[in-house]
C-alpha cells in the first residue's frame, strides 16, 4: 500500500475517509451544488414564464433557459453527487483507500470541463434543443462535446468504483458481504454503465453530424437510444436515493433491514428490469411495434415496481422496528410520532420516501399503460411526474444527506441549524403542491413544450378556467420551492465558508478493518396480527388504495376519450 496514504477517523460518526477520496467526495459535493445554484436560478425564468400571468421570458430566451435548467438539474448537479456518494460508499463505508486517484481526479477534471462546455454551448444561443436535443433539429457541436466528455469522465469514476471494491475485499478491509448501502450503490453504478454507454451510442454520431461527418441520424432511432440515457439516467438516482434512505434509517435511528436478503433482491430486480420504464417515452410513436411497448412497459417493468414496493415497506417498517425496540410501542404510529422531526437528516429522507412514492411512483406506473400514456403524453403533467422522481425523490434525498456531511466529511459545524430544520418542510412540501397543480394541470391537457398556455399568435384556444388557476398555482409553488433551495445552498455553502471548524479527529497511515456483524435477532412482533412493523403495514395498505383508486380513475377518463371515435 503506497506510504502517502493515510486515514481519518471522523470523531463524531467514527467514519474513517482516506485522504484522496475525502478530497474527490468535496470537490463532486461542491461542484454539484454549485450546478444545483445555477439550475436553481434557471428555474425562476422557468416557472415565472410557465406561470400565465407573470409570462415573463420571450419564447426564444425561455427555451433556452429550459434547455440549461433540464441538464444542469437532471443531469450536472444530480451526476457529480452521485459521484461522490459511490466514492463514500465504497471508500469510506469499506474503509479502504480510493482505487487510482489519479485517474478519479481525471474523471473529475473530464466531467467538470464537459458540464461548463455544454452550458457555454447553450448560453451562446443557438442550442436552445432541450434536455432531449432531438435530431434533426440541431445545437452547436460543443453542446454534444460537452456532454460526450462528461459521460466519460462519469463512466471512468464508475469504474475507479468498482476498483476501490477489489481493493477492499483484496485488503480484507471487511468479511462477508458488502454492506447493503454500497450493494445499493453497486447497483447505482451497474445501471451508471449502461446508462452512459447508451448516451454514448447515440451522441457520437450526433456530434459527427453536427460538424458535417455524417450525414444524417435517424430521429426514432435516436429517440429509443437517447431515452436508453435520459430516463435510464433516473434509474441511477432511484438506486442512488434508496441507498441514502437505507443509510439515513441506520444513522438516525440504528435501523437494520427487516430482511437484508429481500432488500438486495429488491436491488437486483433493478439491474435486471429498471431501465425498461425508458420505453414509456416512446408510447405516442408510431414507429416502435405494440409488442415491443406492451413487453417494455408491462410485464418485464413489473418487477422494477415490485423491488420499489420492496424498498418502500422495507425502510420505514425497519425504522418502526428499532423505535419500538425503543419503547415506542403505543398504538399504530407512536414510533412515528416520536421519531426525530426536527432532525433534516431524517425529515428530507422521510419527506423524500413519501413523495416519491405517493406522487412518483403512481403517476408512472400509470405513464407505463399504453392507452393511459396517450391521455398525458405531451402535456405537462410529464413534468409534473418526474418533479416527483428527480427533485422530490433524488434531489431532497441529497440534500438531507448533505445535513449529515457538513460536520462528518466537510468538518464544519452547520450554521442556522433552525433555518436547517425548516429546509425540508419548505422545500418538499412546496414541491409536493408543486407536483399535484402541474399533474392537475395536464390532466387538462396543457401543453408541456409550448412556452404559452394560450397559443397566442398561433391557435385560438381557450382553456377551462382551473387550468389557468392550476398554471398560477405551479408559479406559487414553484417559487416556494425555489426557496426553499435557496436556502440549503445557503446553509450548504455558508458551513463551508464560515462555519465553526470542527476537531479533525485520529489520522493513521492504515484502516481499522470492519468488524464482524453479530449474528441477527429475530425481530419482535406487535399489534393484535403479529406483524412486526403494523404501521407501516398500515400506511402500505394506504398506498395500495391510493394507487387503485386513482389508477382507474384516469381508465373513466380514458373511456371519456373512446367516445370520440
Known amino acids: 500500500m503506497p506510504s502517502a496514504v493515510t486515514y481519518r477517523t471522523c470523531p463524531r460518526s467514527g467514519l474513517q475517509f482516506e485522504g484522496q477520496a475525502e478530497k474527490l467526495m468535496i470537490a463532486n459535493a461542491v461542484v454539484a451544488v454549485v450546478f444545483l445554484l445555477v439550475g436553481g436560478l434557471l428555474a425562476i425564468g422557468v416557472v415565472l414564464t410557465r406561470w400565465p400571468a407573470v409570462h415573463w421570458l420571450a419564447a426564444d430566451t425561455f427555451y433556452q433557459v429550459l434547455t440549461a435548467h433540464g441538464i444542469d438539474m437532471l443531469i450536472f448537479w444530480i451526476i457529480f453527487f452521485e459521484v ?25 477534471a473530464l466531467m467538470l470541463i464537459g458540464a461548463v462546455t455544454n452550458n457555454v454551448a447553450v448560453l451562446q444561443g443557438g442550442s436552445s434543443v432541450m434536455m432531449t436535443s432531438y435530431v434533426p433539429m440541431m445545437a452547436a457541436p460543443h453542446f454534444y462535446l460537452g456532454l460526450i466528455l462528461f459521460a466519460v469522465g462519469a463512466l471512468v469514476a464508475c469504474f475507479v468504483f468498482f476498483g476501490t471494491l477489489v481493493i477492499a475485499r483484496r ?16 447497483t447505482a453504478a451497474i445501471i451508471a454503465v449502461f446508462t452512459i454507454t447508451s448516451g454514448a451510442i447515440i451522441l457520437i454520431p450526433t456530434f459527427l453530424m453536427s460538424v458535417g461527418i455524417v450525414k444524417a441520424v435517424d430521429p426514432l432511432v435516436y429517440r429509443t437510444i437517447w431515452w436508453a440515457f435520459g430516463h435510464s439516467s433516473q434509474q441511477i438516482n432511484v438506486a442512488a436515493h434508496i441507498s441514502i434512505w437505507y443509510a439515513v434509517a441506520a444513522i438516525a435511528f440504528g435501523a437494520k433491514p427487516m430482511s437484508e436478503r429481500v432488500s438486495r ?10 431501465q425498461l420504464a425508458s420505453a414509456h417515452h416512446l408510447l405516442s410513436d408510431p414507429g416502435v411495434g405494440t409488442a415491443w411497448k406492451v413487453v417494455n412497459t408491462s410485464y418485464f417493468m413489473y418487477f422494477a415496481v415490485l423491488a420499489s414496493m420492496i424498498h418502500g415497506l422495507t425502510i420505514p417498517g425497519a425504522i418502526e422496528v428499532a423505535q419500538r425496540q425503543k419503547g415506542y410501542t403505543k398504538g399504530l404510529f ?32 400509470m405513464m407505463g399503460t399504453e392507452q393511459l400514456n396517450m391521455l398525458i403524453h405531451n402535456t405537462i403533467y410529464v ?38 430544520k425548516a429546509q425540508p418542510y419548505l422545500f418538499g412540501l412546496s414541491m409536493y403542491f408543486f407536483v399535484l397543480v402541474m399533474m392537475g394541470a395536464g390532466t387538462l391537457g396543457v401543453p408541456r413544450r409550448d412556452w404559452d398556455i394560450t397559443f397566442q399568435g398561433v391557435l385560438s384556444h381557450e382553456w377551462p378556467g382551473a387550468a389557468y388557476l392550476m398554471m398560477g398555482l ?50 419482535q412482533s406487535y399489534g393484535s396480527a403479529g406483524f412486526a412493523a403494523p404501521g ?30
Open 84 to 108: 461522490a456518494v459511490l466514492y463514500f460508499c465504497s471508500s469510506t463505508l469499506l474503509r479502504c483507500r480510493i482505487a487510482t486517484p489519479k485517474i478519479a481526479w481525471l474523471a473529475f
Open 265 to 274: 433482491g429488491a436491488f437486483l430486480l433493478y439491474i435486471l428490469f429498471l
Open 474 to 523: 405551479v408559479g406559487i409553488a414553484g417559487v416556494a420551492a425555489i426557496a426553499g433551495g435557496a436556502i440549503y445552498i445557503y446553509i450548504t455553502v455558508g458551513s463551508l465558508l464560515w462555519g465553526k471548524r470542527l476537531d479533525r479527529g485520529a489520522v493513521s497511515a492504515k484502516f481499522t478493518p470492519i468488524p464482524p456483524t453479530p449474528a441477527g435477532v429475530a425481530v
Open 171 to 186: 485488503d480484507r478491509t471487511y468479511q462477508g458481504s458488502v454492506p447493503l448501502v454500497t450493494f445499493g450503490a453497486i
Open 334 to 365: 407512536e414510533w412515528l410520532r416520536k421519531a426525530p422531526w426536527g432532525n433534516p437528516v431524517f425529515s428530507g429522507m422521510f419527506i423524500s420516501l413519501i413523495g416519491f412514492g405517493f406522487l412518483g411512483g403512481i403517476s408512472g406506473v
Open 383 to 420: 413534468p409534473g411526474h418526474f418533479h416527483a422522481t428527480v427533485v422530490i425523490g433524488t434531489s431532497l434525498s441529497f440534500m438531507a444527506l448533505t445535513y449529515f456531511l457538513i460536520p462528518v466529511l466537510f468538518r464544519r459545524e452547520m450554521i442556522n441549524p433552525g433555518l436547517a
Open 536 to 565: 407501516t403495514f398500515v400506511l402500505a395498505m394506504v398506498f395500495l388504495t391510493a394507487f387503485v383508486l386513482y389508477y382507474f380513475i384516469n381508465w373513466k377518463y380514458l373511456s371519456q376519450v373512446w367516445g370520440l371515435s
